[in-house]
């Protein structure tokens, strides 16, 4: 059974840092992109960054590029972000879909975490 849970998120000042974590299970990375999401209340979901399987190539939306960087292991992908803005307050999901490459569309991801709250704030 494929599984993704995220956890990491917590509040944090201005300027501050946090690590994310998506744990996967029931899949190999290598044949799934990965894909970090936020959603804001009120807002879309936004597509933030995404990994490819078997390259393992990193991509970002403008919004987060430079502060945020993705990476992962043998079954977690990490979502590390510094220099955090009130902004980027918003509950972060992982989600994956199977093949090489990021779908263009985010509801192209066929299987989600149940997400992390992230809170920016002085």
């Known amino acids: 059974q494929l599984q993704l849970v995220e956890s990491g998120g917590s509040s944090v000042q201005p300027g501050g840092s946090l690590r994310l974590s998506c744990a996967t299970s029931?899949?190999?990375?290598?044949?799934?992109?990965i894909g970090w999401f936020r959603q804001a209340p009120g807002k879309e979901r936004e597509r933030i960054s995404c990994?490819?399987?078997?390259?393992?190539l990193p991509t970002y939306a403008d919004s987060v590029r430079g502060r945020f960087s993705i990476s992962r292991d043998k079954n977690t992908v990490y979502l590390q972000m510094n220099s955090l803005k009130p902004e980027d307050t918003a509950v972060y999901y992982c989600?994956?879909?199977?093949?090489?490459?990021?779908?263009?569309?985010?509801w192209g991801f066929g299987y989600w975490g149940q997400g992390t709250q992230v809170t920016v704030s002085s």
């Open positions: 990994i490819s399987g078997k390259d393992a």
């Open positions: 989600a994956a879909d199977v093949g090489d490459t990021c779908p263009a569309n985010v």
């Open positions: 029931g899949f190999t990375l290598d044949d799934y992109a």
